[in-house]
T-cell receptor, first 111, second 114 residues
Framework: QKEVEQNSGPLSVPEGAIASLNCTYSDRVSQSFFWYRQYSGKSPELIMS????GDKEDGRFTAQLNKASQYVSLLIRDSQPSDSATYLCAVIIQGAQKLVFGQGTRLTINP | EPEVTQTPSHQVTQMGQEVILRCVPISNHLYFYWYRQILGQKVEFLVS????????KSEIFDDQFSVERPDGSNFTLKIRSTKLEDSAMYFC????????????FGEGSRLTVL
């Protein structure tokens, strides 16, 4: 079983709508979860971190965590064309000093 | 704004040659990482480094790979004898804290092995 799984997409969303990105992870004891954004040909950039069950909001972004279901999601409200990128879910593997990434979901916002 | 810098941005080499990729982490960061991303694939962990020692390494990081912090600023990844399958984008990252997912990535070094 993959440590971090995401639907690779592409996910296409009209401008102004809500984009919903999902991720599941296999390590039941993981405590730290992250969303990175990667524009084509660029490096990953951290956009959100979440450590507790529930929702965490930062501007147009909301991260949601459900540890019982081993599920993390990212909502992007009022999607803009500049949000078009690959979104990487990442998890700290408990007891290890490494951040493990999913394969990413490619998001396209259509004007 | 402080940033992680990597050189070279692109290197082309022949199979079997040695390659050294260089990184200058953010100055007050203590933990350093190398990741790679083969074209179209996911970002894969290679190695983490703290206090002049490897903290963690992946199965990919075999005897052909080594890391070093030769001075107070540079952090290098050496591939001793490159293979075709080493062709990838190599990202250096740094963080203030250990076991954190809040990494700052450099722009990457694209390695092409012919």
């Amino acid at each position: 079983q993959k440590e971090v799984e995401q639907n690779s997409g592409p996910l296409s969303v009209p401008e102004g709508a809500i984009a919903s990105l999902n991720c599941t992870y296999s390590d039941r004891v993981s405590q730290s979860f992250f969303w990175y954004r990667q524009y084509s040909g660029k490096s990953p950039e951290l956009i959100m971190s979440i450590y507790s069950n529930g929702d965490k909001e930062d501007g147009r972004f909301t991260a949601q965590l459900n540890k019982a279901s081993q599920y993390v999601s990212l909502l992007i409200r009022d999607s803009q064309p500049s949000d078009s990128a690959t979104y990487l879910c990442a998890v700290i593997i408990q007891g290890a000093q490494k951040l493990v990434f999913g394969q990413g979901t490619r998001l396209t916002i259509n004007p | 704004e402080p940033e992680v810098t990597q050189t070279p941005s692109h290197q082309v080499t022949q199979m079997g040659q040695e390659v050294i990729l260089r990184c200058v982490p953010i100055s007050n960061h203590l933990y350093f990482y190398w990741y790679r991303q083969i074209l179209g694939q996911k970002v894969e962990f290679l190695v983490s480094f703290y206090n002049n020692e490897i903290s963690e390494k992946s199965e990919i990081f075999d005897d052909q790979f080594s890391v070093e912090r030769p001075d107070g600023s540079n952090f290098t990844l050496k591939i001793r004898s490159t293979k075709l399958e080493d062709s990838a984008m190599y990202f250096c990252a740094s963080s203030v804290l250990a076991a954190t997912g809040e990494l700052f990535f450099g722009e990457g070094s694209r390695l092409t092995v012919l």
